[in-house]
């Protein structure tokens, strides 16, 4: 018998089960890769006879008949230290890895530091192991959007790629916050306090498109109140919010509100603030953005910032994946929300944000 054969060492056959279950090798097959519509009460009893004799499908074979890998390419342009010591990528990641789980894929992270690392990713991509592409953190220009549209491998974009001088590339899918209107909504609430002197430290430009963006929204409220010298560039960590806040102060001792890009940021400029013996928000009123607990909750004082869902952000980008491969096989996703297109859409998504009012303005 089937369970004899497994007790002396042998491992079962696809025909072992075939047996076992009283059904044929292609229902089997079936009901092992969830296609085709099988009775209930069949599918019951071949995962029981799978379960009892310790089947384990080839792997090999099985990608051979559906053409598919169940490994998805999670790339980012970053130095690979930054990414894990940076909430706002931990979140993001997070949301892509539960997602891919629930499909039943497996993530592949690739990292991207330096130029001459762009043919080893393009070959790897092109090479037939993966079945799509999430990317994020690319900068300007970047060659891999035209890469992956050049192979013509499924992809999604955290945050819209600027490339060919400030054009999204043709039939990009992107999953983006609402930054624009999230900086006017911050900026708003400066001006809603009567502060008239606002600066804002701004994202790098050669990233995505979320630092001009944000820095767009901020000209949007203040027209031509936006003077060069309130606005100070650096490059969304601690250290560059820090020495970005200090600039501003040397140059325009008397600003009364600073709208900074991102929280890592906001929580270097607090610290310079507080160096420099000026209250928040008495003297000068602070807004982040991203709302990233750790951050945004703990500084001193706690800060008001602009919310955006970035694990939801990252769940998204892997749901409008699989919507882009058509997988019928796929599960549902694991959240309602937020909701990605019907299977074929290729749709971008830019989610809303909102302002968390805390104690810095």
Do not use: W
């Not at 999670?74 to 629930?102: C, M, Y």
């Amino acid at each position: 018998m089937a369970r004899t054969r497994r007790l002396n060492g042998q491992r079962p056959t696809l025909e072992d089960v075939a047996r076992g279950s009283g059904v044929s090798k292609s229902t089997v097959s079936r009901v092992i890769n969830g296609e085709g519509k099988v009775r209930a009460e069949v599918v019951e009893r071949v995962r029981e006879v799978v379960a009892e004799l310790g089947y384990v499908p080839n792997s090999a074979a099985r990608q051979l008949v559906t053409r598919r890998n169940n490994a998805i390419a999670v790339v980012a342009s970053q130095p690979q230290n930054r990414l894990f010591i940076d909430p706002f990528f931990d979140l993001h990641l997070r949301g892509i890895r539960k997602e891919l789980v629930a499909h039943g894929a497996q993530p592949v992270l690739l990292f991207l530091e330096e130029e001459e690392e762009y043919p080893r990713v393009g070959d790897f991509l092109g090479g037939g192991h993966v079945d799509g592409a999430l990317l994020f953190s690319l900068r300007a220009c970047d060659p891999l959007p035209g890469m992956i549209e050049r192979l013509g491998l499924p992809a999604v974009f955290g945050g819209r790629p600027l490339v060919r001088g400030g054009e999204t590339v043709r039939e990009c899918v992107y999953v983006d916050a609402d930054n624009r209107g999230g900086a006017r909504e911050a900026v708003r609430h400066l001006v809603s306090l009567g502060r008239e002197r606002i600066a804002t430290i701004t994202g790098p430009y050669d990233q995505e498109a979320s630092a001009v963006d944000r820095l767009d929204g901020y000209r949007d409220v203040l027209l031509d109140g936006a003077s060069p010298e309130l606005i100070e560039r650096a490059d969304y960590t601690r250290q560059g919010g820090a020495e970005a806040m200090a600039a501003l102060l040397d140059r325009r001792p008397d600003i009364d509100a600073v709208f900074v890009a991102s929280d890592l940021m906001a929580s270097g400029a607090l610290q310079v603030l507080r160096e420099r013996g000026l209250r928040v928000p008495d003297d000068i009123a602070v807004v982040g953005f991203d709302d990233l607990a750790p951050i945004a909750e703990h500084t001193d004082p706690p800060l008001t910032t602009v919310h955006q869902d970035i694990e939801g952000m990252g769940r998204l980008m892997a749901r409008l994946l699989f919507s882009r491969t058509d997988d019928p096989a796929a599960p549902e996703p694991s959240t309602t929300e937020p909701t990605a297109p019907e299977p074929g859409a290729l749709s971008s998504v830019v989610t809303p944000t909102r302002l968390v009012a805390r104690h810095s303005a």
